[in-house]
């Protein structure tokens, strides 16, 4: 993410949360140009800690994440900050989200649910994934709100109208009057919504178009949710549950394991001990029939299961084996 972002945009600063001491060390040694590392013990807060052992890993930083913002805004007396999530690829510069603000202090996206995915009513409206406020008035009592409700109630269920610290978001257009729901499509694209768009490559950039509305737009990010890296050199690219199409695989998938391919050997080139990632187990069942596991080990791929090697070389299509 943060190569992606030196790759497309003039001018950005990140501030990189290190929420163990492994990664708060890595990330100082790699003496990122354009980033700030800080640790968890130089964030948290006494708010923080006293609820931080009622919570799972998950919940914490997901309580954490608006404190984050906060943060950043108090202690480097920012104008502004936008919490990105990790998972986040870029493909052209997010300029043109954040001027799209206007007057606003406040920018939020929405989830945009391919119908038969739709989950607003419990994960909520809108996704926080790229989120924008302004060190104003108006931002900061949004912001406050947020923080004081996360830390209030932030957990992985659904309960009282509440998930996360992202249902909250679901009323701020109407609780708030500085509020801006992101219009430009290209901001926010995602497994539960990529199966509205069509995608070509246009030079250096990606152009995507609404299949109903035939608006066009020109992708900024992709929100690579739930991708793992699973055993056996195999990549879990979303939920199976989620259709991807061959070619939003090829133009939008196939770069992003580059980059991570990138990014691993520059971790490797700093400490070549520490992993440079989770390994989740294979939970694709690809193996438990004899059939799909030869056809896995000849295409490369199954339903959201691709290998390594399909990702780096290409991977054959099922009719070269006439089974379509």
Known sequence: MYNSLEQHSESFHLYIFAFDNHCFDLLTKMDLKHASIISLKAFENDRLLAIKDDR???????????????????????????????????????????????????????????PRYDQSLKSGIYCVQFMTFKNTTAGMEVLNWWVDACIEWCFNRFEDNKFGDQKYLDDWTTRFDTVHVLKNHGGGVAPWNVQQYSFKNNAHHIQGKEIAAEN?????????????????????????????????????????TKALSVAEAEIHAVNAEIPSHELSENNSGINKVIGRAILFFLMGYYKNFYTKRSMEYGFL???????N
């Open 216 to 256: 066009s737009f020109e992708l900024v990010f992709y929100h690579f949710h739930d991708f793992q890296y699973i055993k056996g050199n195999t990549y879990r690219l979303s939920a199976p549950a989620y259709h991807l199409d061959r070619k939003v695989i090829r133009q939008i998938y196939k770069p992003y």
């Open 56 to 114: 799972t890993a998950g919940e914490y930083c997901w309580t954490c994440a608006s404190s984050t913002i906060k943060y950043c805004l108090e202690k480097y007396n920012l104008d502004h900050c936008t919490y990105i999530d990790a998972d986040l690829l870029f493909f052209s510069d997010p300029a043109c989200l954040l001027a799209e603000m206007g007057e606003k202090s406040v920018l939020i996206t929405e989830h945009r649910y391919t």
């Open 317 to 323: 299509s099922m009719k070269t084996f006439r089974l």
